[in-house]
């Protein structure tokens, strides 16, 4: 059964430091998003992306963040300068096809500490 | 994909018993309901869903109702199994806004041998 898969599954940075979550999605899906979930707290919507641009964007996705899709099978976070609170786990996730938008597919998650 | 909370309501359910989740979803508007079960280490994994032209939907093992009315919506797990030990989220969309999805807090179902 296809899925969404994610890289890496752990990763430790610093303060102030730029990260890349990565992502390869379903390959026949259209629509690719990404959901955070800091620990305890609710799955919160970040960023939906469809035909090469952002469709919409949670009050979170500020300009310290960014997608990107570099080529037909990868979906990328970017997180610029990291903040203690960023520490969460990051899912992406896809859906959809020519026929419509569908379910969504969640990845497995990768766990960002920032110290 | 850790979804432990110090205050996720938990749910014990006997082996073979029937489960029932019960979310309350906040946007009267959202058309658009999702349940979704994550274990430990997982993302979150469609379940069901149902659109609120419906009351009622029915898959395998599992009954999702939904009561507009009072902006509820309840999973039911027939024969509850080892296996569905998971943490278990309602989520809400309004389709027309696009596809963003509302996640609740979450429901911690233990299931005992």
């Known amino acids: 059964e296809p899925e969404v898969t994610q890289t890496p599954s752990h990763q430790v940075t610093q303060m102030g430091q730029e990260v890349i979550l990565r992502c390869v999605p379903i390959s026949n899906h259209l629509y690719f998003y990404w959901y955070r979930q800091i620990l305890g707290q609710k799955v919160e919507f970040l960023v939906s992306f469809y035909n090469n641009e952002i469709s919409e964007k949670s009050e979170i996705f500020d300009d310290q963040f960014s997608v990107e899709r570099p080529d037909g099978s990868n979906f990328t976070l970017k997180i610029r300068s990291t903040k203690l609170e960023d520490s969460a786990m990051y899912f992406c996730?896809?859906?959809?096809?020519?026929?419509?938008?569908?379910?969504?597919?969640f990845g497995p998650g990768t766990r960002l500490t920032v110290t | 994909g850790e979804s432990v909370g110090l205050h996720l309501p938990t749910l014990s359910v006997q082996e073979g018993d029937n489960s029932i989740i019960n979310c309350a979803y906040s946007?009267?508007?959202?058309?658009?309901f999702i349940w979704y079960k994550q274990e430990s280490g997982k993302g979150p994994q469609f379940i069901i869903d149902?659109?609120?032209?419906?009351d009622k939907r029915q898959g395998q093992r599992v009954t999702v109702l939904l009561n507009k009315t009072v902006k509820h919506l309840s999973l039911q797990i027939a024969a509850t199994q080892p296996g569905d030990s998971a943490v278990y989220f309602c989520a809400e969309n309004i389709k027309a806004a696009g596809n963003k999805l509302t996640f609740g807090g979450g429901t911690r179902v233990l299931v005992k041998p």
């Open positions: 996730a896809s859906s959809g096809d020519s026929l419509g938008v569908g379910e969504q597919y």
């Open positions: 149902i659109r609120s032209n419906m």
């Open positions: 946007n009267s508007a959202s058309d658009y």
